[in-house]
């Protein structure tokens, strides 16, 4: 199908064949634009991915998930001024999805921490989702090396910490 084929080019920053792709599907969804602003924000074309948002909003609804996809290109490319703005857009277009806030909460806060701002980014996580009136379950990540448990990642006091057996 046409998202798969712009998946793969998404995953693999084949730009020019998502484009010929997108623009040769003749019916496109929220699903195809959302895959092409997922395509835009993995090359860090924040610019063209909204105004391919912003194409899509010219006769549809705004959707959460084309925002959030957009947030998790921010985040791996560190952006934060435009990471806020578009989390403060996604607050206010989507006030009620508050389950798709909080994905929004943890990719912002994920930024403020990949640029150092440690502090910030624990305040603005806690502060958003008790205002969301939300539960995040921490997770817990384990690497296997040749079938054994080499670390556990473990959250403890609202940081990670690491065990090495």
């Not at 998202?3 to 998404?10: K, P, Q, R, V």
């Not at 699903?31 to 912003?54: H, K």
Request: a negative charge.
């Amino acid at each position: 199908s046409h998202i798969c084929a712009l998946n793969a080019c998404s995953h693999s920053g084949l730009l020019q064949e998502a484009w010929s792709i997108f623009n040769d599907t003749p019916f496109k969804t929220e699903r195809i634009f959302t895959t092409m602003v997922d395509c835009l924000s993995r090359l860090f074309l924040f610019d063209e991915a909204q105004n391919l948002i912003n194409e899509y909003e010219k006769t549809n609804k705004p959707s959460v998930i084309m925002y959030t996809s957009l947030l998790s290109g921010l985040r791996n490319n560190r952006n934060r001024y435009l990471s806020e703005k578009i989390y403060n857009r996604m607050k206010s277009l989507f006030p009620d999805q508050k389950q798709d806030l909080v994905a929004g909460v943890i990719l912002l806060s994920n930024i403020y921490s990949s640029v150092g701002e440690h502090e910030l980014a624990t305040t603005f996580r806690s502060d958003q989702i008790n205002y969301l009136g939300k539960n995040v379950k921490l997770g817990l990540s384990c690497t296997e090396v040749n079938g054994q448990l080499v670390a556990e990642s473990l959250p403890m006091h609202s940081e990670n910490y690491f065990w090495y057996t």
